[in-house]
């Protein structure tokens, strides 16, 4: 009895909280979120953060959505216990965790675009958004446990700063998008300073069960500014500006990558079948295009068990590009010869081949610019090869340009033969060395036979 009239004086102390706060002015209710919020620059030691990595911690963080999404009314209960979408089996999405004694109690994924784009974009337009440069992912399935949901945003605000600090330096995106309850978006405007991407609010949001959604976008570059402005002058545990973009976490694990990729892919064909065939039926509602996307994806043979199986004879003339499970952002130097005289071109490569590559220039190049080119491919790992601009292509506000390599170098070889040969991030820590060093007098027949490699078209 006692429970049952505190939870009750709870609720009605909550309610009337909410209503007192929304009869305030607007700016005035923000200044209490903001005044409200408290971080912890130096969290308790038995909080980790980490990539979900492993089967265990990826199954925690699904039965922690899970149970949160059937509470709010966001989904309806599965037999498994997990919540798990088509999005997390695309290496494009990464789910972080927070782990306290070793346990997970929190969760949180960051959703990339990839084949199947965004699952906010079926009710949102993102054309303003994307009409800015700079990639964008979206943060969806945020959760914590039940026991840590009143303490303060000793999970929550770790996450997000995990978040910011993974998208910023780690996941190559400059704008995040959310689509959150109408009772939760005034947190993300007051305290983090998202924008709404429309007025209205959708009132039926599929992928949250058809409950309703606002969407909104935070712009992690121009942000800065506002929570600068807004917590600069505040101390420690109120700075959420230097918090989120100048302190660092020692209870962060971040990815340690060989290369300069930008995504951290971690199913393996086990996981992939035990997560989307064993304990849920996600690959079996695929209609005969996500099938064959996925498998544009994963043309490794060891996957070819765990992916949806093809209907016989059906959409045989549907021609999709392969898509690679890594995605890369190198920095480089192009180097040109002009009437005696050395032209330096900064370049930032996004994707590339064995005989070519993508690469944004914020300079001008004129059509078949050829040249020296100096590629920090990772750590220890630097290419020098020779290159032709052939296509220039305008995307999102930046200028791209298609290089030809006629004659990769031994350190170019390794990376591509990696990253068409991994499964894992993971795997990209030992797969180069499977390609061995070749002589001077070997390098021309290797470029014959660096294993299965996106075609120069394909990249150009």
Not at 8 to 22: D, E, G, P
Not at 35 to 40: E, H, P
Not at 47 to 65: G, N, V
Request: charged content about 20%.
């Amino acid at each position: 009895m006692k429970h049952s009239l505190g939870s009750i004086a709870r609720k009605f102390s909550h309610q009337a909280t909410r209503a007192l706060m929304a009869s305030l002015p607007r700016g005035l209710r923000f200044g209490v979120y903001r005044a409200l919020a408290k971080c912890d620059p130096r969290p308790d030691a038995r909080l980790q953060l980490k990539i979900a990595d492993t089967q265990d911690e990826l199954e925690a963080c699904f039965r922690i959505l899970h149970d949160s999404y059937v509470a709010a009314g966001f989904m309806q209960p599965d037999p498994s216990g997990l919540r798990v979408t088509i999005y997390h089996a695309l290496p494009t999405t990464t789910t972080l965790c927070a782990k306290w004694d070793g346990q997970v109690v929190g969760t949180i994924s960051m959703i990339r675009e990839g084949v199947f784009g965004f699952p906010l974009q079926t009710a949102f337009d993102l054309g303003p958004v994307r009409a800015k440069s700079g990639q964008i992912a979206e943060v969806s399935a945020l959760a914590v446990a039940p026991a840590f949901r009143k303490t303060g945003g000793k999970i929550l605000f770790p996450l997000m700063k995990f978040m910011t600090d993974y998208c910023r330096s780690y996941f190559d995106t400059r704008h995040i998008v959310i689509a959150v309850n109408p009772n939760k978006i005034e947190m993300y405007e007051s305290l983090l300073f998202f924008d709404r991407l429309q007025d209205k609010v959708v009132d039926h949001y599929d992928f949250a069960n058809g409950a309703p959604a606002v969407g909104a976008t935070l712009d992690l570059l121009e942000g800065i500014a506002h929570f600068e402005q807004a917590y600069g002058h505040k101390p420690d545990h109120k700075n959420l500006s230097r918090y989120l973009f100048n302190s660092k976490l020692a209870n962060i694990q971040l990815p340690q990558r060989r290369f300069h990729t930008t995504n951290d892919p971690v199913l393996t064909p086990s996981m992939m079948d035990y997560f989307f065939n064993q304990r849920t039926q996600v690959f079996a509602g695929l209609d005969e295009r996500k099938r064959r996307l996925l498998r544009s994806i994963y043309d490794h043979t060891s996957y070819a068990q765990a992916l949806p199986p093809l209907q016989p004879g059906a959409a045989t003339g549907l021609v999709l590009r392969q898509h690679q499970r890594f995605s890369i952002r190198c920095p480089a130097r192009l180097t040109v010869a002009s009437y005696g005289q050395r032209l330096e071109f900064p370049l930032q490569v996004t994707e590339m081949s064995l005989h070519g590559f993508k690469a944004e220039c914020a300079v001008p190049l004129p059509e078949n610019t050829s040249g020296q080119v100096k590629v920090d491919l990772g750590e220890g790992e630097t290419a020098r090869v020779g290159a032709t601009a052939v296509r220039r292509q305008v995307s999102g506000g930046l200028v791209y340009y298609g290089f030809v390599v006629p004659q990769p170098d031994v350190a170019w070889q390794r990376c591509v033969a990696a990253l068409n040969s991994g499964r894992t991030h993971a795997d990209l820590s030992t797969l180069p060395h499977l390609l061995p060093r070749p002589t001077a007098t070997r390098a021309s027949g290797m470029q014959q036979s660096a294993g299965n490699v996106t075609s120069v078209a394909a990249v150009l």
